[in-house]
């Protein structure tokens, strides 16, 4: 039987067809030029570049002139303003401040936060509701909780009275008055702010862990506590991670709680770096300012990279 094949078949698709292709395709490539998203972008980044990237430019120039509210010329003063903050103490002192406090800042947030995400981890109808609740200060302006707690803690504050009605006495206690535990509940306040958001972070890393690893670690004998602790603890590295690293460099960065509840009082035991720029700028001493400010930004920025590789380095062992 003879076949008799189809010249058509022979020569392969009409040329047309790739014609056509290629005409939709220059097409579809002109409607996404005018419809790409960096066009929506285009705003953001002016904004970004106008508020952020240029005043930090400007910000490593005037560090080293003589820029200040009493004078109409601005002349390059070199390393001046940094001999001055270093030789009389004031910058030292309040990084030495910063410094304890983000310390304690990141302990107690961590703290508080995990063992909220342990109590909270079941999906029961009271645990999703106090999960709510204690989101509630994170959503809350950080001003309107320092002023909060400012009120709370005053001598005829709240709680002073709470405490008179249980012991029988009146109790007149000034709770951010003391020079050496007023840092310590500062602390506890940025730290009650922000613990809903380490406890979403933890509670998220507890759901991700397999049943399958805990499941095997019954089996072999092992206790609730030991497998917790042995087991599913290590698998939470990526969100210790996390909340560790933010809560150092945010309360780095703090300004509004400490300064509505102390003001960087009592006798400057809690003026942390952002509170003592705040008052210098407002003194007219702008290069000295921004020379703090320019130190704040090396303070926050020089140690992130080694905590982050640090704790990087601490998920890849466990």
Known sequence: MVTVKDP???????RPVPQAAARRRRATSAIRRRTHPMWFLAPAFAILFLF???????NFVYAFTDWSGFKSEIRPVGLDNFDDLVSDGTLLRALRVTVVYALLVAL???AFGFALAVLLERDTWLNRAARVFFLIPVLMSALAVGYLFQAFLKPGGALNRLLGVLSGSEVDYAWLGDTTWTIVVLAVIHAWKWMGLAMLIYLAG????????TEAARIDGASRARTFWTVRFPLLAPAITFNVTTALLGS???FDIAQATTGGGPARTTEILNIFIYRTFGQGLFAQATAMS???FLLVALPAFPIVRMLRKREEIL
Not at 206 to 213: A, G, Q, R, S, V
């Open 252 to 254: 780095m960065n703090g």
């Open 108 to 110: 107690f947030q961590n």
């Open 206 to 213: 507890l759901k991700t862990i397999p049943e399958e690893i």
């Open 294 to 296: 320019l130190v704040l």
């Open 52 to 58: 952020f990237f240029l005043p930090t430019v400007f």
């Open 8 to 14: 058509a078949a022979r020569e392969g698709p009409a």
